[in-house]
């Protein structure tokens, strides 16, 4: 069993919420077991005795309320301090990143190294009065305070340096920046105004819309999209055209949810008559979204391969020239410690790669800001690490769906940024996500996963526009980011 005790003043003893928390274990893969809390302590049983960490939502006083982790460690009968661990390891990965980074000696990371230092000051404080856990506690949590806001600060610092570099040398297309339709055609007329802050759009081509009954298909909506946005010269991409999440299956299909040879051969079907309906249009592909992490038909590991496969082969058939995109959702994996039937995001792009598949890029979605599971907020610097290590896998990257909300959802707590949410800090915080994700040569373009605020995404007030379609600040801060990134004679 993997024990951590929690030590805070008496009037701030509450319980810590444990929604969304599960071990990870060796190269951040999740592990399934029971996590409870009782008198202090956070107790963690597993069916193995592999070393592992706890990753839970955690409230940094003056950063905000972030997904993080402890290191990695073998379990025992004596509980471990669960705020010197959590220190422990936002420090350690600091010290990797600055090697990997090369920014040991780098000018001009002079305060963020001497802010490392007092962190690390605090830390070695903290294993010094171990035996008095709560004085312990106050040392750790400065400690993590200094180390988040300066990781955070050596991952803006690196992507300035990168950022300047790729702009420089033109490295940037005028296809980088996006925005995702809505469903609804009553505002098909919208792309005219969107040309100033983005220059191109992802119309999600939803099997359960497009065949609401097994005999009919129903394009009228994605046909108007499509028209409005070539009429507004904005490049067109398509997909996901597989999702096998409740909210884009047909309700039909789940008569054959036994039979994976019917299944296959629908979404055979649906995968080809789309693209070759749009063929012409489209700019780019993903064929397949998230099927490692959520299918309601619970395919085993070769089916989903094989689905996979399929969606990607039919589309180079009918769409040679489309680059073909694999979208990869919730990429730490979470869904992994509670659902056997899905495969580790990692494992899921390695084994594309390593099986032939008949791809260009993937796709890596971030979501936050929702009382869930996959989707609490995660800092700027584990964003970029994550996105360098999918970079590793040798294939190009693109943002698929960016999304976090410019209001607290009313009684849900998925995460905070330096303070509540607002229509600012949504703004800030997608602008510096587009700085980090941009400055990286491998990552060639973001999409915001909202047009405008709703529910029909998932992700209340997660839109760039309100609902009246009046623009908010990241509109505006999106716009001028994009704009600052062109070369001068471009738009």
Not at 30 to 45: D, H, V
Not at 88 to 111: A, N
Not at 265 to 293: K, P
Not at 388 to 414: C, Q, Y
Request: include cysteine.
């Amino acid at each position: 069993m993997h024990r951590f005790a929690f030590h805070r003043k008496a009037k701030s003893r509450a319980a810590i919420s444990l929604q969304g928390a599960h071990l990870v274990g060796n190269d951040g893969v999740p592990l399934r077991g029971e996590i409870t809390q009782a008198k202090g302590e956070i107790r963690c049983q597993t069916r193995s005795q592999e070393a592992a960490g706890i990753s839970l939502l955690w409230n940094i006083q003056g950063f905000g309320t972030v997904q993080i982790q402890t290191t990695r460690l073998p379990p025992r009968d004596k509980p471990y301090h669960l705020q010197i661990e959590l220190a422990r390891h936002r420090l350690l990965c600091i010290t990797l990143k600055l090697e990997e980074w090369g920014l040991f000696d780098y000018p001009g990371m002079e305060d963020t190294l001497a802010e490392i230092d007092a962190a690390r000051d605090l830390f070695i404080q903290a294993l010094q009065r171990v035996e008095d856990p709560l004085a312990a506690a106050e040392l750790a949590d400065r400690s993590l305070e200094k180390a988040m806001w300066a990781s955070e600060n050596m991952g803006r610092f690196h992507a300035s340096v990168f950022l300047n570099r790729r702009r420089q040398s033109a490295g940037f297309s005028k296809q980088f920046l996006g925005l995702t339709m809505p469903a609804s055609t009553s505002k098909v007329g919208l792309p005219r105004r969107l040309g100033d802050g983005f220059d191109s759009v992802r119309i999600p081509f939803t099997w359960r819309d497009i065949q609401p009954e097994e005999q009919r298909t129903d394009y009228d909506t994605a046909d108007a999209w499509v028209k409005a946005c070539a009429e507004s010269k904005l490049a067109i991409r398509g997909g996901p055209l597989l999702n096998f999440g409740v909210r884009s299956v047909p309700d039909w299909m789940y008569i054959w949810e036994n039979d994976y040879e019917a299944i296959f051969d629908f979404a055979r079907e649906h995968v080809r008559r789309t693209v070759q309906r749009y063929g012409r249009q489209i700019t780019s592909w993903t064929v397949a979204s998230g099927l490692h992490a959520e299918n309601v038909f619970a395919f085993n590991f070769e089916q989903i391969m094989d689905l996979t496969r399929m969606a990607a082969a039919i589309t180079k058939q009918h769409s040679a020239r489309a680059p073909i995109i694999l979208d990869i959702t919730q990429p730490w994996g979470e869904y992994y410690a509670r659902n056997p039937r899905t495969i580790p995001p990692l494992l899921y792009a390695d084994m594309a790669v390593q099986s032939g598949i008949s791809f260009d890029a993937f796709g890596l979605q971030f979501l936050f800001g929702i009382a869930s599971p996959g989707y609490h907020l995660r800092d700027m610097f584990q964003i970029s690490s994550m996105i360098d290590r999918l970079a590793n896998l040798g294939k190009p990257l693109h943002i698929t769906a960016l999304a976090v909300p410019s209001a607290n959802p009313d009684g849900e707590n998925g995460g905070r940024w330096h303070g509540e949410w607002s229509d600012e800090t949504q703004a800030e915080w997608l602008a510096q996500f587009c700085e980090i994700a941009l400055s990286k040569p491998y990552v060639e373009s973001v999409c915001m996963q909202s047009l405008e605020d709703g529910i029909s995404d998932g992700l209340p007030q997660g839109g760039v526009l309100r609902e009246d379609l009046t623009p908010k600040p990241a509109f505006t801060r999106l716009g001028e980011l994009r704009r600052s990134l062109l070369p001068e004679t471009g738009k």
